[in-house]
C-alpha cells in the first residue's frame, strides 16, 4: 500500500513522511477515525514507508524487496493483530492471515461487518482473546528478519478486554525499532491504559469532492451523483460504496414516505406501525444507510434555513421534502432529532429490532413536531 492509493488525506500524510524524514517515529501511534475515512490504508502505507530501501520525497518506491512484500502483506516484519468471531476455534490472528489478506487485496478499506462476513458470522460478537495478547508478545520477542522496523498493527483495539492489559509492558517499552500501529474508530471503547501509552492521530473525513473523485475513478459513476454520493457518506469512502449498494435513491423514496406520515395533520398511528414494518423488512446494511441517508437530509435542512436556499445536490421531490421539514423543524428540534438518528444506528448495529426502533422513533418524532400520537 502506498500513499498515492489512499483517498485524501494529504496533510496527514505530509505529516507521517515528516515524521519519518525527521527521525521522529513515535513507538505507538493510533490512527482514531471512521474507519471509511482510511486509518487502515494510512497506517499500511506507513508501514510500507517506514521500511522502504528507497524512500520516495512523497511516498515509498513501491519497487524495492521490501515493499514488494508489504503490498502482498507477507512481510516477515510486518504482523498484523485483529478481532475475531468467537465461535471461531481459532485462538490467535495468525490463524486467520489467509482471510486477512484476501479482504485488504479487495479493498484495504475494511469494515467490521465486511470481515465477518468472511467467517458468515455477521450476528456474532467478535473480540481479542488473552491467546492472541500471548501471541503478540511472542511474535515481538523475535529479532526482526530484515533491516528496518518490526510492525505491529492491531485493528481495532476496541475488542482488547481488560486482557488488553497484558500488552501495556511491551506497548510503553517495546523491543528496539519495534512500532505499534493502532486502527481505531471508537476511543470511549478503548482501554484508558492503553491510549494512554499511544499518541492519537486523528484521522478526519475524506474531503468530499476527493471522496467523489475516487468514486467516478473506482466506481464508474457520473460526476453529479458521485458527488451527491459522498456528500451523503460524510468523507467516509465504506459507508459510500453501502450508499451505492443499497441505492440511495430507494432511501430517498422512503425517506419521503416517513416524513409524509410523520407530518401529515391525519395523525394516524396506524401509518407508524405500517412504516415500521417496511423498515423492519430491509436488510441491516440498509438500515444503516438508511439512517445515514436520513441525517443527510437534516443537514439539507440545516442548509436550507441557514443560506435561504437549497444546496444544488438535492433533487426536486427531496427539495419539496426539505422545504416542509423546515417549516416544523427548528435547529433544536433537528439536533434532538439528529441524536436519535445516530442512537439508532448504534442500536441497529448492535442487531436490535429495526421494526421496533423505527416505531419508538417515529412517535418521538412525532411528538417533537408537535403532532402528538394517542397510544
Known amino acids: 500500500m502506498q500513499f498515492k492509493d489512499i483517498i ?7 505529516q507521517l513522511i515528516s515524521q519519518v524524514r525527521e527521525g521522529h517515529v513515535p513507538h505507538a501511534q493510533m490512527f482514531l477515525g471512521q474507519l471509511g475515512y482510511g486509518g487502515l490504508p494510512i497506517a499500511l502505507a506507513y508501514a510500507q514507508f517506514l521500511n522502504c530501501a528507497n524512500p520516495q520525497p512523497d511516498d515509498s518506491c513501491g519497487e524495492c524487496p521490501s515493499c514488494l512484500k508489504m503490498q502482498k502483506l507477507a512481510h516477515p516484519d510486518l504482523h498484523f493483530s485483529f478481532p475475531f468471531p468467537s465461535v471461531e476455534k481459532r485462538k490467535t490472528s495468525t490463524e486467520s492471515i489467509t482471510e486477512w489478506r484476501e479482504v485488504l ?9 465486511r470481515w465477518m462476513v468472511k467467517f458468515n458470522a455477521e450476528n456474532k460478537q467478535p473480540n481479542i482473546p488473552i491467546t492472541e495478547c500471548h501471541d503478540v508478545m511472542r511474535r515481538l520477542s523475535f529479532k526482526a528478519y530484515e533491516q528496518g522496523y518490526k510492525i505491529m498493527l492491531i485493528w481495532l483495539p476496541e475488542f482488547l478486554g481488560k486482557e488488553g492489559n497484558t500488552l501495556l509492558k511491551i506497548l510503553e517499552e517495546p ?5 505499534f500501529l493502532l486502527v481505531a474508530e471508537n476511543i470511549e471503547t478503548v482501554l484508558n491504559t492503553i491510549i494512554s501509552r499511544t499518541q492519537i492521530i486523528k484521522v478526519s473525513p475524506i474531503n468530499q469532492q476527493e471522496l467523489a473523485d475516487a468514486l467516478v475513478e473506482k466506481q464508474q459513476l457520473q ?3 458521485a458527488y451527491r454520493i459522498a456528500g451523503l457518506a460524510n ?7 453501502d450508499l451505492i449498494n443499497h441505492a440511495a435513491a430507494e432511501h430517498a423514496g422512503l425517506f419521503e414516505q416517513w416524513m409524509g406520515a410523520l407530518l401529515s395533520r391525519n395523525n394516524d398511528p396506524m401509518a407508524y406501525v405500517k412504516w415500521s414494518d417496511t423498515f423492519g423488512a430491509l436488510g441491516r446494511e440498509s438500515q444503516k444507510t438508511f439512517m445515514l441517508y436520513a441525517l443527510h437530509m437534516l443537514r439539507e435542512v440545516l442548509y436550507l434555513q441557514v443560506y435561504n436556499r437549497p444546496s444544488e445536490v438535492l433533487t426536486g421531490s427531496e427539495k419539496s421534502v426539505v422545504s416542509e421539514m423546515s417549516a416544523k423543524f427548528d435547529q433544536e428540534k433537528m439536533a434532538r ?6 442512537e439508532a444506528y448504534y442500536h441497529i448495529e448492535r442487531n436490535a429490532s429495526g421494526k421496533m426502533l423505527m416505531l419508538d422513533l ?5 411528538k417533537l413536531v408537535k403532532v402528538l400520537v394517542k397510544v
Not at 8 to 14: A, E, S, V
Not at 235 to 241: M, S
Not at 337 to 342: E, G, I, P, Q, R
Open 235 to 241: 468523507g467516509d469512502y465504506i459507508e459510500a460504496q
Open 362 to 366: 417515529s412517535i418521538r418524532v412525532s
Open 175 to 179: 523491543p528496539a525499532q519495534t512500532v
Open 337 to 342: 432529532f439528529a441524536d436519535w438518528l445516530n
Open 105 to 113: 487485496n479487495q479493498s484495504p478499506y475494511l469494515s467490521l461487518h
Open 223 to 225: 460526476p453529479e451523483e
Open 8 to 14: 485524501g488525506q494529504g496533510h496527514l500524510k505530509q
